[in-house]
């Protein structure tokens, strides 16, 4: 729905991920912002979720926000945790963005 309000949202691009095999977000620095909404869970159990932050980092443009909606962990949760519950830490996800180039901006 989100792309038929173009007068709301302006120009978006929805895309669909194939993981494992195909985690490339969009071409680099070709994107203002990207959401991601429950995801990060997924990319943990697969061991993937260094791949996927990397991708977003080089799709964005610099100055770039990447948004990311996930249910929260309580704070000091382990990852097998994390992996078994679908439930992350906000400060494995901040670690996790930081070591792919993200800078923390801000959260609610």
């Known amino acids: 729905k989100i792309t038929d309000r173009p007068d709301l949202y ?22 203002d912002m990207a959401l991601t909404f429950r995801n990060v869970h997924n990319w943990i159990l697969a061991e993937q979720e260094h791949e996927f932050f990397a991708s977003f ?16 962990a309580k704070p000091g949760t382990s990852v097998q945790v994390m992996k078994d519950s679908g439930y992350v830490t906000e400060a494995y996800v901040k670690e996790v963005a930081a070591a792919a180039g993200f800078e923390f901006v801000e959260s609610s």
């Open 57 to 72: 980092y080089a799709a964005l443009k610099p100055g770039g926000i990447l948004g990311v909606v996930e249910h929260r």
């Open 10 to 31: 302006g120009r978006v691009t929805v895309r669909h991920l194939n993981p494992p095999h195909e985690v490339v977000i969009a071409p680099a620095e070709s994107a």
